[in-house]
Structures are given as C-alpha cells and as structure tokens.
C-alpha cells in the first residue's frame, strides 16, 4: 500500500466532517437580517422615541447589504417607527446622531473620503442642511452653542512620519477649521504603537462641557480626556495608554457632574464588554459602577434622566435600557452594529444622576432582556472558549481569545453562516491548505532533497 494513502484518508475525513459541521450548523441558522428589527423586552415604555444609528459592514468601500448601515427611529413600544438606508447607488455608513435643541437630529454619515454632517428633521426625514467635511470616516461630530462643529478628525494623512489626528472647531459659513488641537503635539510619539500609525488614535468622540472645554476619546489610547479649549492644556485624563484594565478601547463617554460637584465619567469600555462610571477624587479615579454580563462590545451608554441607562450592545445587535441594577426594561434589536442611541426629550447624551446619588454603586450584570440576537450569546464559539478556560491555567488566554474572536469575527463571517459553521470553515480552510502543503512536498521535496545529495 503507498505510505500517502492514510495521510491522504485523514485529510479527506477531517475535510469532509468538518465541511458537513458548517453546513448543518448554517442550515438550522436564523440570520441576523431585516427580520431581526424589533422589541424584545418592553417592561416599561418610555414617554418619548429613541434614535439609534447602524454601522452595518463596509470593506473598502464596497458594502454588505445584507448587514446595512441605516438610521431608526424607534416608537415607545419598541415598533419601528421609521428608517433610513445607505443606498448601493450612493452608500455610506452611520455614526453618530444627536438631537437638536428644535428637534431635529445631527447626523453624521462618512461617505468614501468625506464626511456628510447634516440635520435631518424627523418628521419629513429630508435634509434642512448638509455640510460634507473633507475627513474621511469621522465617528462624531458635535454643535456649539455658537453654530460651529467641532469635529474628532481620526485617520488624518501622516507628514513626514507623523499623524495628523486631531480636534478641530469647523466654520460652517467659511467652509474651513478656526481652531484645532493635535494629538502629536501632547503625546509621546511611541504611544499607541507610533506617531506614523495611519488610524494612530482613533478618536473617536468629542464632546462639549460647558463653554470652553471638549471631552476626547482617543480610542487606541485607552483613555479619556478633559480639553481646555482656551488653553490647549490637558486638564485631567482617565486612563493610559496600554492600562487596558481601566478602559481598553473604549466608546462615547460622557461627562456627569453630581450634586457635590465630583467629575464623574460614563463610558462603553467596549473591548472589555462592560459599561463603566468612574468618580474623581483629587488626581485619583474611583470606578463606581460596572455594568457587565450579556454584552458584546457596547460602543454607548447614556445615563437618562430617571436614573436608567440606554446601552448600545453593538455585537449583541440591540439597544437596552437597564436599571441602576441592570434589569433590563426596554430592549430594541437594531441590525446590523448599532453604534450611537440617543432618547429624545432626555437632551443629547447623559443628562441623569450619578450611580452614587442613585445608591447604585457596585458591579451589576445585565439580566432581565429577551435574550440575544441571532450570532451571539451563550452558544457561540467565543463564549464556549471563555467557559471551557474558567478556571484552568490557561484561563487568562483563553478569556483574551474569546474576547478577540468575538469581536472580530462577525465582522467577517458571512451572514448566512453560524457562528460555529464560519469556525468550522475556517478548519476546513486550514485542513485544505496542510492538505496542499503535504501534497507539495510529496511531489517536490524528494526531488529536492535528492538534488541536493546528488
């Protein structure tokens, strides 16, 4: 018998197991489409709706249409009220959206190489105006009380080795930046993996307080920033770069100040998968509140006005309002990445009491919800590694890994495949190429290994 055939038998039965494994697991799956818009638990109702914007998918331009980037307008009783889609024709992609003092909402949609900032009325749903900044992929844009933008330019072009990541205030009715702050001039150039990355901080929010100061987030940093916008001095920050157990990556903070006045951080620490509050006493931080458990990268949380917090589980597909406890008791599914939430009449991002006032300090974990959209949860590939490594020695990588695969791998996966059928294709993918390596050799390598004997 030739010594190949067994090899060449093992090869074909892990192929072809693993290959029946993807499609079986794909064929009983229900994806994550339009079908999935909709209410999950709807405990109490709100007074007013909720505006929720989609990232959807997006590779170099081209676009998923089966995962769209839209806008939503979302009624008390979690029924949708309306929507609004990218079109193949002219796409783009949603991210954050903010309510206008007369009711109208800022949108802002990256297209290509620029940035469309316009405000939407709600009730016609047309454009009462339309700037397109020359950024491309800007998350957030924010308006002063003066009618200028001020704008988290991220992926600015690098010069001369260096990134031009900045914050800059627009002039709508000159078309040019009055002002901007450079990240390059008040951090070390070694932070983050280099000055000359091409997305170096990722900043991702800005957000005014007060009249002269601008809350930061530079994601790849790690951390949150406190801009004074006369001086251009940082006058605190939350975080550091690489302290990944205080923020790893994080979304959309927002500034609450409590009755005795302490600063006091909201944040989605997103590559954690929780949703933090962190307290400033003199130069030193105190995290005061986690909310943990049940979600997949969530990229905002505001803290209403009743005490409640809207959560924006991005991989998870929904929206969530929780208690100070974490019962969920408004919960929308929003396909596909909902980046940004905001709940009209509650003005634009936090605007509630802090977990201390609340007597809600501690850690709480999210229960009380529907469940999870289909592609996450308890059954996936990610959680089944994070549970099978609880405990062991390899529990620190292996809860790493999980985290990582959870959060990459939808982006990437088919939407028609399971969570464990892309797994299994992949080893399938992996079988394959071993299988063609082996090949390879048996053919060239002798001849190659008797070339150089002879």
């Known amino acids: 018998m030739d010594s190949r055939f067994r090899p060449r038998q093992a090869f074909a039965l892990a192929l072809l197991v693993l290959l029946l494994a993807s499609a079986g697991s794909s064929l009983a799956y229900d994806p994550v489409d339009d079908g999935a818009l909709g209410p999950g638990t709807v405990e109490r109702e709100p007074r007013n709706a909720t505006v929720v914007s989609t990232q959807g998918v997006h590779f170099g331009g ?29 796409p783009g992609w949603f991210y954050d959206v903010d309510p206008l003092p007369n009711g109208n909402l800022l949108v802002v949609n990256p297209r290509g190489g620029t940035t469309l900032v316009y405000e939407l009325d709600r009730e016609t749903r047309e454009r009462v105006w339309t700037e397109r900044l020359p950024f491309r992929d800007t998350h957030d844009v924010d308006r002063l009380d003066d009618g200028r933008l001020v ?22 009715s000159r078309d040019e930046v009055t002002w901007e702050w450079r990240f390059a001039e008040h951090f070390p150039h070694d932070t983050a993996g280099g000055v000359d990355d091409p997305d170096w901080t990722h900043v991702n929010d800005v957000d005014p307080v007060g009249e002269d100061r601008l809350l930061v987030s530079p994601r790849n940093f790690d ?10 001095e940082i006058e605190w920050r939350l975080g550091s770069d690489g302290e990944t157990d205080v923020l790893h990556a994080q979304h959309n903070p927002d500034y609450l100040r409590g009755r005795n006045g302490t600063p006091t951080v909201l944040v989605a620490d997103s590559e954690n998968d929780r949703v933090v509050e962190y307290a400033r006493r003199g130069d030193d931080w105190e995290r005061t509140w986690t909310l943990t458990g049940n979600l997949t990268w969530p990229r905002d949380a505001d803290r209403l006005p009743n005490g409640n917090t ?11 309002e929780v208690t100070p406890t974490g019962e969920v008791v408004w919960e929308f599914y929003a396909t596909w990445a909902p980046y940004d939430a905001e709940r009209l009449g509650t003005g634009d991002g936090s605007n509630g009491p802090t977990t201390r006032e609340l007597n809600a300090t ?6 009380g919800g529907a469940g999870e959209s289909p592609g996450a949860g308890s059954r996936t590939p990610d959680a089944w590694l994070d549970r099978v490594s609880d405990g062991t020695p390899v529990e620190a990588p292996g809860t790493h890994l999980a985290a990582w695969w959870g959060h990459r791998a939808p982006w990437f996966r088919p939407v028609w495949l399971s969570p464990w059928g892309f797994l299994a294709a992949l080893l399938a993918a992996g079988v394959g190429i071993a299988w063609l390596a082996t090949e390879a050799y048996w053919r060239w390598g002798g001849r190659v290994t008797a070339g150089r004997r002879g």
Not at 151 to 172: E, K, L, P, Q
Request: charged share 20%; net charge positive; proline share 4%.
């Open 223 to 232: 951390q949150v920033l406190m801009l004074d916008r006369t001086t251009g």
């Open 362 to 367: 501690g850690t709480h974990v999210v229960h």
């Open 62 to 90: 081209t676009y998923d249409f089966a995962r769209p980037p839209r806008l939503l307008s979302i009624q008390p009783d979690g029924s949708l009220a309306w929507q609004r889609r990218s079109s193949r024709e002219n």
């Open 310 to 320: 809207l959560v924006v589980d991005s991989l998870g597909h929904r929206v969530i």
């Open 151 to 172: 704008v988290a330019h991220m992926r600015a072009n690098v010069t001369n080795g260096t990134s031009g990541d900045r914050v800059v205030v627009w002039n709508r």
